[in-house]
């Protein structure tokens, strides 16, 4: 049974930076792709950013120059630093992995999915 737990989540104010870490039950090597997703209060689920087994990375226009993805696979795991936090980046952030799919596809859903952690941006 793979277990994914998100972590780091909490208040922060405009502008500022936080860091969310996903801790896998297993070697993250396992996983094709991992990826960041959020889901904003009484909107859909939308992809944050995404990590490939190799290294790639792939984020969601609305982020990019902000938000940075990466692994650590000796720890088995994923971290998302969010800087220059806004308002709209309030969500809950979910941890996802998948040990077949590529990172960009927009067709399968990831298989292996974390509790959430809340962001919570307020001034």
């Known amino acids: 049974q793979v277990q994914l737990a998100e972590s780091g989540g909490g208040l922060v104010q405009p502008g500022g930076s936080l860091s969310l870490s996903c801790a896998a039950s297993?070697?993250?090597?396992?996983?094709?792709?991992m990826a960041w997703y959020r889901q904003p209060p009484g909107k859909q689920r939308e992809l944050v950013a995404a990590?490939?087994?190799?290294?790639?990375?792939d984020y969601a226009d609305s982020v990019k120059g902000r938000f940075t993805i990466s692994r650590d696979i000796t720890k088995n795991t994923m971290f998302l630093r969010m800087n220059s936090l806004k308002l709209e980046d309030a969500a809950i952030y979910y941890c996802?992995?998948?040990?077949?799919?590529?990172?960009?596809?927009?067709?399968?859903?990831?298989?292996?999915w974390g509790q959430g952690t809340r962001v919570t941006v307020s001034s």
């Open positions: 297993g070697s993250i090597f396992s996983f094709n792709a």
């Open positions: 996802a992995a998948d040990r077949t799919r590529s990172i960009l596809s927009t067709s399968k859903v990831y298989d292996y």
């Open positions: 990590i490939s087994k190799g290294g790639t990375t």
